[in-house]
């Protein structure tokens, strides 16, 4: 049946690595770790021997521990800590196939920073449209986070929605908005539409709608 324990899930991840490849697998020590994740030591040590091993297979095998990765990730009946770290193992090896997949976590307050990170990463429209569309579905903390991937993105099909988001959110978030407008910003115009943001009469939107235009 399936397993719903991401202890044992993991075990079954690694015993897949050692099913493709042989003597090549992970140490059985490192498959004992996996039983139990209830210390950082074991934690990291499963989180090392997984990136270990993420940079030794091939691409198959890579896809292969992908989808597994994410069945951790989105299963809602894991614990906390199996699911993370299944994410940062995804930073490893994350395609846009996981970016959508994780894309409903970006709204979920223990795993959003996890996921947002993972897509974040992935060189494709896909996580650009999964961020995008986190915009209109978060708040607080965790549409700060989303507003910085797109920075550090440079997602130029995000100025219109972050441009909104300065006239109609809180002032710390209009802010971050503004600052990530010069990051994803693609010519003059732009520019230009962000010296004409009605800021209002804040002096830090002010400040900070003065040095978006003048990045």
Do not use: Y
């Not at 597994?68 to 940062?88: E, F, M, N, S």
């Not at 449209?129 to 708040?139: F, H, P, S, V, Y």
């Amino acid at each position: 049946g399936r397993v719903r324990s991401p202890d044992h899930r993991f075990l079954a991840v690694l015993v897949t690595l050692w099913l493709f490849h042989g003597t090549t697998a992970l140490p059985a020590a490192d498959i004992a770790a996996s039983r139990t994740l209830t210390s950082a030591a074991d934690r990291s040590l499963l989180e090392n021997s997984l990136a270990a091993e993420l940079r030794i297979v091939d691409a198959e095998t890579r896809g292969a521990l992908e989808q597994q990765l994410v069945a951790i990730a989105t299963d809602a009946t894991a614990t906390l800590d199996g699911r993370q770290l299944a994410c940062r193992a995804l930073q490893l090896c994350a395609t846009e196939r996981a970016a959508a997949a994780l894309a409903p976590l970006l709204a979920d307050s223990e795993m959003a920073d996890h996921a947002r990170l993972v897509i974040e990463g992935v060189p494709s429209s896909v996580a650009d449209l999964a961020l995008i569309a986190a915009l209109g579905k978060t708040d607080g903390d965790l549409l700060r986070g989303v507003i910085v991937s797109l920075a550090a993105r440079g997602t130029g099909a995000a100025f219109v929605p972050l441009s909104e988001l300065v006239v109609r959110t809180d002032e710390p978030t209009a802010i971050l908005a503004l600052r990530a407008l010069a990051a994803v910003a693609r010519d003059a115009a732009d520019v230009n539409a962000i010296a004409a943001l009605a800021v209002g009469e804040s002096e830090a939107l002010l400040v900070a709608q003065q040095e978006s235009f003048f990045t």
